[in-house]
């Protein structure tokens, strides 16, 4: 039987994910099985429905673009009036370095970047749910399940959803590179690493990352909630505030905050500006709130389950019988285990009351 591994720290988040032998063979066989999956994209041309026009007669894309055009892609919304330079800069690059239309290469950086993911969820659970032999097995198998889902298709294989790809890159590297940074603010705290300034090498890199993920698609202004949620149920929470205080924000989150405040502000200012198009036009804030509130429950179900597959999902007007009654059954298990919890914490703490009667002279 060969002998577990055992980390310095023995904690879910730290020592040195190499140390463990199996991890990069996993990582290996990760991007492997997702290289030979999606490979075949690389001979695919454009989806003509909008990569000819938001690509193929873009302006600021034909050619060799050059310093007019890369400044130019700051303030370029195209024709789905939606900000992301990030986006327009990585298709510059691709008539920079491969030439124009080049679909095939377009094609390859897409599933580059996809692979790139894949093996960044793959280290992030590892992270997140321990790096022991029965961890990174899961890490696996849960990172290769999101990896080739049937709604990864659409990402990979249609070049103007390279946005979805930038931003899902940017965003994962971004928190990496935040755990990281609390980990060493632990480490500092137990005294076990050297003292640093809260502004360190990994807070720079998570918040400019997140910039980065927030210009390449603007649905990436849910990154600071993240952010927060992992330093209150993260493998290294922040200690010294309690019940809902513990959801404020802190000085260090301060970039982030401006950052997705910005963006959501540019992105409204080029609505109001540009108009909207398709169904968003026909419905009020309202209904559009509702509308979102609904589509991310419908795509939530359709990672489930993703039969039939369809070319467009489109999340219906309004939720089916069987959604309804899993809706439900999602909300009265949600309940139970928090009253379930509550419970638990209030049993214990009887028990150590009268444990320490009893422990007490007299």
Known sequence: MEPPVHFPDGGAGGGDVGRSPSRWGWLVLLVGIVAVLYGCTIGFGPINLDAPVAIGRNPIVQGSPGPAEWAAAFTYVGPLNLWHPVTWWSHQLDSLCFGFPSWGARHGVNLLLHLG????????????????????????????????????????????????????????????????????????????????????????????????????????????????????????????REGWLGWLPRREHAVVLGAAAATTLVTLWLHQRGGLSGLEAAHGPIERLSRMLLGFWYYGSRLVWPWPCRLFEIPPAGLQPRQWMALGGVAVTAVAVMVWKRAGRGIAGVRAHHRDGCLSPG
């Open 117 to 240: 993911a894949a093996a960044l969820v793959f280290v992030l659970l590892v992270d997140l749910v321990g790096r022991t032999r029965p961890g990174i097995c899961a890490s696996f198998f849960a990172s290769l399940l999101w990896a080739v889902h049937p709604q990864r298709v659409e990402t990979v294989a249609w070049l103007s959803c390279r946005k979805e790809l930038l931003a899902t890159f940017w965003t994962l590297v971004a928190v990496l590179a935040w755990l990281r940074f609390r980990r060493e603010g632990g480490e500092q705290e137990r005294g076990s690493g050297p003292a640093r300034a809260w502004v360190g090498r990994w807070w720079l890199a998570s918040t400019a990352c997140a910039t980065l993920a927030m210009a390449s698609h603007p649905v990436a202004v849910v990154l600071p909630a993240l952010l927060l949620a992992l330093d209150r149920y993260g493998p290294h929470p922040i200690g010294g």
